[in-house]
């Protein structure tokens, strides 16, 4: 992660080819895991090509299913939750890197936007993995666990910004895998 300072403002940047590496070797690495523990909770685990293509289906289903999730509820949250205008918030895909982020060019402060994070985080990874062990479903824990891991770079981001006041402003350059904290709090959001 690099850290640039510009007068009362400080641009926090995750580095992108390595957090999409940390995040694949993340993403098997629970898979493993919430697999050996469903195991060992349920002990049941048998193959079938039938039960695969079923599995694959499935997988792929919750996959999006907790995107569009995370999404709504960040947008939900930023609106509600943040008091940002409806119209400062935009839902984007960028195909070529695989991203799909809510986004607002308000700022809003620090506090705000790492509850923003955690909150969709803790219904759409959190919740999804409890059921998933729940009820013994493989394909929700692997879902679970590519979703999980797809957060890292929202962690590490929030590692990052807890070294400044919850009150100081923050904007987050989601393409760019970027947030801009404004030490300044006399500027106020947008």
């Not at 060992?40 to 997988?59: C, E, P, V």
């Not at 986004?103 to 959190?126: A, D, H, M, P, R």
């Amino acid at each position: 992660m690099k850290s640039a300072m510009t007068n009362n403002v400080k641009i926090i940047t995750i580095d992108e080819k390595k957090i999409i590496k940390q995040t694949i070797i993340l993403t098997i690495l629970l898979s493993i895991l919430f697999t050996g523990i469903n195991y060992y909770l349920h002990r049941d685990l048998s193959f079938s090509i039938l039960r695969f293509i079923f599995g694959a289906a499935i997988y792929l289903i919750v996959s999006l299913a907790l995107v569009i999730a995370n999404e709504v509820l960040n947008i939900f949250i930023y609106r509600y939750r943040c008091k940002v205008a409806r119209e400062s918030i935009s839902l984007s895909i960028n195909l070529e890197k695989g991203l799909i982020y809510t986004k607002t060019t308000e700022k809003i402060k620090n506090g705000q936007y790492q509850s923003v994070f955690l909150t969709s985080f803790s219904f759409t990874g959190v919740l999804p993995l409890a059921f998933g062990f729940a009820v013994g479903s493989y394909p929700l824990l692997l879902a679970s666990a590519s979703f999980i891991a797809g957060g890292l770079a929202n962690f590490k981001g929030i590692n990052k910004l807890r070294k400044f006041p919850d009150e100081c402003l923050v904007q987050d350059i989601p393409e760019n895998f970027s947030v801009i904290v404004y030490l300044d709090n006399e500027e106020k959001p947008s």
